[in-house]
């Protein structure tokens, strides 16, 4: 079936720090691939999606690439800020949308 | 324009009692969906319905939990019996139509507390 697995969190890094949060994926065909992002009370919002192999997302300094071969889509951002702290999703629409268990950044002045 | 709107925001009761969670989608939408965030996991898909159908119920526990989406008014979740087990938060989104489904707009959720 379709899934998603990705990196438990929760992490906590400085200021500037450069981010990477993994994101793996089992699916049938060829899935459209997302980062979802949720805010402190807030619901999820779509950050940057991917829709064929090799496609990379970007948004607010945020980016990942769609990797068949390794059937990963890691986001990574290469300076965080204390505003990006909030809990990241990974997620692919295959049939319908799966979600991945989120990831919790925190970010540290 | 407003977003998906959920109330309440927060919603305590007892265990035995019934919750209902409301959503009205964004204007326009007629596709909702139902999800359940437990605390330290993801979300969790429980139901999409469009409106007055239930298309896809296969998240869904097949006792106490049922959701409807009428020609008039918001999409309510409904639960019966509550236990603990069932606090959670619970979000809503909307999409304009199922092909759209990535671009789902979601509500700030409701948090139910079982006591």
């Known amino acids: 079936g379709n899934s998603v697995t990705q990196m438990e969190g929760p992490v906590t890094l400085s200021e500037e720090a450069f981010l990477t949060i993994n994101c793996t994926y089992t699916?049938?065909?060829?899935?459209?691939l997302f980062w979802y992002v949720q805010y402190p009370g807030e619901g999820l919002q779509l950050l940057l999606k991917?829709?064929?192999?090799?496609d990379k997302g970007s948004n607010k300094g945020f980016e990942a690439t769609y990797r068949k071969e390794t059937t990963s889509f890691h986001l990574e951002k290469g300076s965080v800020q204390v505003s990006d702290s909030a809990v990241y999703f990974c997620?692919?629409?295959?049939?319908?949308?799966?979600f991945g268990a989120g990831t919790r950044l925190t970010v540290k002045p | 324009n407003a977003g998906v709107m959920q109330n309440p925001r927060h919603l305590v009761r007892r265990r035995g009692q019934e919750a209902r969670l409301r959503c009205s989608p964004m204007?326009?939408?007629?596709?909702v969906y139902w999800y359940r965030q437990l605390p330290e996991e993801g979300l969790k898909f429980m139901v999409y319905?469009?409106?007055?159908?239930?298309?896809?119920e296969s998240g869904m526990p097949k006792e106490r939990f049922s959701a409807e989406f009428p020609k008039e008014g918001p999409s309510i979740l409904r639960i019966q019996q509550v236990v603990r087990g069932d606090s959670a938060a619970y979000f809503c989104?909307?999409?304009?139509?199922?092909?759209?489904?990535?671009?789902?707009?979601f509500g700030s959720g409701t948090q139910l507390s079982v006591l």
């Open positions: 989104a909307s999409s304009l139509s199922k092909t759209l489904e990535e671009k789902l707009f």
């Open positions: 699916a049938t065909g060829y899935p459209s």
């Open positions: 991917a829709t064929k192999a090799d």
């Open positions: 997620a692919l629409k295959n049939n319908d949308m799966r």
């Open positions: 204007k326009g939408h007629s596709h």
């Open positions: 319905l469009q409106k007055e159908n239930i298309i896809d």
